[in-house]
């Protein structure tokens, strides 16, 4: 500002210098922030928001740089699914294909997971899968051309950060199996 470098001040006074001379129009708006960690939080799951940047008040900023002052929190939602597929790309099993029962009984295709598991588990999974001849998601044209279809089984914890229109979920990762639980227990209705 003014000839002056501004990313080696504090947070906080780097704000102030910006709120005085900040005028919101069409395409700039000031971006609201709090102290108040815990009320923020609670209205970004309210809210169904994606997360929070948490910056330390007196914190510098480094461009290009993550910085242990400066974190991103996710708002991380978890969804039980029934395995119906998987994909042998880059490995014998490279993801596994999701369903989900809607309210008429129907298994629903919601997409692919490709992380957060590990061989061993991988390893369990594939000596469960049962392969069928024909998919067993009636919105089977919404999968990849490569998915190789099983009986609708086993169910898997899944974490992610929201759905799509399509009911397909984003940043999806598998967290763990769910022996407890029987597959017609997985339903859309749990989806936010």
Not at 15 to 21: A, F, M, N, P, T
Not at 131 to 143: R, S
Not at 169 to 177: A, D, Q, T, V
């Amino acid at each position: 500002m003014k000839g002056k470098e501004m990313i080696r001040k504090p947070l906080m006074e780097r704000k102030e210098i910006l709120e005085e001379i900040w005028i919101n129009g069409k395409h700039l708006e000031s971006i609201f922030y709090t102290e108040n960690g815990s009320e923020l939080w609670k209205n970004v799951k309210k809210l169904e928001l994606e997360g929070v940047m948490a910056k330390e008040k007196n914190s510098h900023y480094y461009p290009g740089e993550r910085r242990k002052e400066r974190i991103k929190i996710k708002n991380i939602k978890s969804v039980d699914v029934v395995i119906v597929g998987y994909t042998s790309i880059k490995r014998e099993i490279s993801s596994l294909g999701m369903g989900l029962y809607d309210e008429n009984g129907d298994l629903l295709y919601i997409g692919k997971v490709g992380t957060g598991f590990d061989e061993k588990t991988m390893e369990l999974i594939k000596n469960k899968l049962k392969e069928v001849e024909k998919p067993t998601v009636k919105n089977y044209e919404n999968a990849p051309d490569n998915m190789i279809w099983v009986l609708p089984e086993i169910v898997a914890e899944i974490e992610y950060l929201e759905k799509t229109g399509r009911n397909e979920l984003r940043s999806p990762s598998f967290k763990r199996l769910r022996d407890d639980k029987e597959a017609r227990e997985c339903l859309i209705s749990q989806l936010k």
